[in-house]
Nanobody, 116 residues
């Protein structure tokens, strides 16, 4: 029973920060690559960041590079997305994703709204 549960979203002013969390269960988290995606209304779902089981990050999306950081704590079965210097363009639903036994799994998403 794979489960991914995002939390940490909310309303923040431009320039502010948020840290998203994704709590994982039902699979061997320590062996899995984890990803953060986001989707704004009218836009395609966008890969934001990815991290391997060993904690190695893939290149960030150009739109967030230098502002966002993905990390994981295998002891807590949790992956994080630290978001700094937030812009209105970052407003979206943020999703946690993994592949397990050839199937894709997604969390329910957490809403991030950047507005003054």
């Amino acid at each position: 029973q794979v489960q991914l549960v995002e939390s940490g979203g909310g309303l923040v002013q431009p320039g502010g920060s948020l840290r998203l969390s994704c709590a994982a269960s039902g699979f061997t988290f320590s062996s899995a690559m984890m990803r953060w995606y986001r989707q704004a209304p009218g836009n395609e779902r966008e890969l934001v960041a990815a991290i391997t089981s060993a904690g190695i990050t893939a290149p960030y999306a150009r739109s967030v590079k230098g502002r966002f950081t993905i990390s994981r704590d295998n002891a807590k079965n949790t992956v994080y997305l630290q978001m700094n210097s937030l812009k209105p363009e970052d407003t979206a639903v943020y999703y946690c994703n993994t592949y397990y036994r050839s199937s894709a799994y997604w969390g329910q998403g957490t809403q991030v709204t950047v507005s003054s």
